[in-house]
């Protein structure tokens, strides 16, 4: 018989492990979504973790399609009534996607810390697809403080073609990011697995025990007296990839609070924009190629920049 908790809700969480995942411990694989492993071997501890059913322990080497399913339990605390609805603009709109054009400050997925005022949350009843309903068919995400273009799909077909059309490289996501001193060359690759930090699970790191494929290309744009402005492309979509990669060849991204220095440039965010998202269409096959203008802070930034008047 099930132990019931006064004002508190299960919450299953259900995530397939795919081809790339198997052979994982079941601690390791949870330790992303659910934030950190110690959160992971916890629950796993408590028994609110099953693989196709079964509750397994936190050394169990998963295999690529088995279901891993996480009851959670979550107090239950209505929403506050007077909290705004988070605006956004459309980049793009017709009957099978939509793409929008997201604000530096809006978080894409509700999360600990953020369980309201989400892109997702605003986007419900609009954007559908993906085995999470609660995703609101968000094929990619963005950080919060990262601004830009992102796609979303309207029903469950269209998603998952995105979904394999990102899978394939065939979707092409170029940012403008600021950073600290200049590169040495005008173009590279970096080429660097990414996960969990091994000290601080907070960030993200090449130093890891949890290494993922992560690949990441650059071009500078424009030399500034101490700064670069550097075109970013992206082959994989490791969390906090940009950032931590500009990281690793000294170069981070100018306000990173995480992997740089904040403030730079008087800016209060990382100089991060996803500028520009070039695809396919997965139903019409027709090119869809939208670029994004640097928000007023980025380009004030930029301009402190040219100038070099940091503060």
């Known amino acids: 018989m099930r132990t019931e908790y006064p004002m508190c809700a299960a919450v299953a969480v259900r995530i397939p ?89 809006l978080v894409v997925h509700p999360a600990r810390g953020h369980r309201t005022g989400t892109l997702a949350q605003a986007l419900s009843g609009i954007g559908t697809g993906g085995e999470e309903p609660w995703r609101a068919g968000i094929v990619h995400r963005l950080d919060r403080d990262t601004s830009g273009l992102l796609v979303v799909a309207k029903d469950d077909a269209v998603h998952r073609a995105l979904k394999a059309l990102l899978g394939a490289r065939g979707m092409r996501r170029e940012y403008l990011a600021l950073v600290d001193g200049h590169p040495p060359a005008r173009t590279g690759t970096i080429d660097a697995p990414i996960g ?43 969390t906090h990839q940009i950032r931590v990669h500009m990281a690793a060849i000294g170069h981070p991204v100018c306000g990173d609070p995480q992997y740089g220095v904040a403030g730079r440039y008087g800016l209060s965010r990382q100089f991060l924009h996803a500028a520009r998202l070039a695809f396919p269409h997965p139903v019409t096959g027709t090119s869809i190629d939208l670029h994004s203008l640097l928000p007023t802070d980025l380009a004030l930034a930029l301009a402190r920049a040219e100038s070099d008047t940091a503060p």
Not at 42 to 63: C, M, N, S, T, W
Not at 196 to 223: G, Q, Y
Not at 227 to 234: D, F, G, Y
């Open 196 to 238: 969990r930090h091994r000290r601080d699970r907070v960030l993200m790191s090449i130093d890891t025990d949890e290494p993922r494929e992560a690949r990441t290309h650059f071009e500078i744009e424009r030399l500034l007296p101490a700064a670069s402005l550097v075109r970013v492309t992206l082959e994989t979509g490791r």
């Open 17 to 105: 492990v795919p081809a790339d995942a198997g052979g994982t411990r079941l601690d390791r694989f949870l330790a992303e979504p659910l934030g950190s492993r110690a959160r992971a071997q916890a629950l796993i501890d408590a028994h609110r973790v099953r693989v196709d059913g079964e509750v397994r322990p936190k050394r169990y080497l998963l295999q690529a399609g088995e279901l891993v399913e996480v009851e959670e339990e979550k107090e239950e605390r209505p929403a506050p009534r007077s909290a705004p609805a988070p605006s956004f603009k459309v980049a793009y709109e017709d009957e099978y996607l939509l793409v929008v054009d997201k604000p530096a400050g």
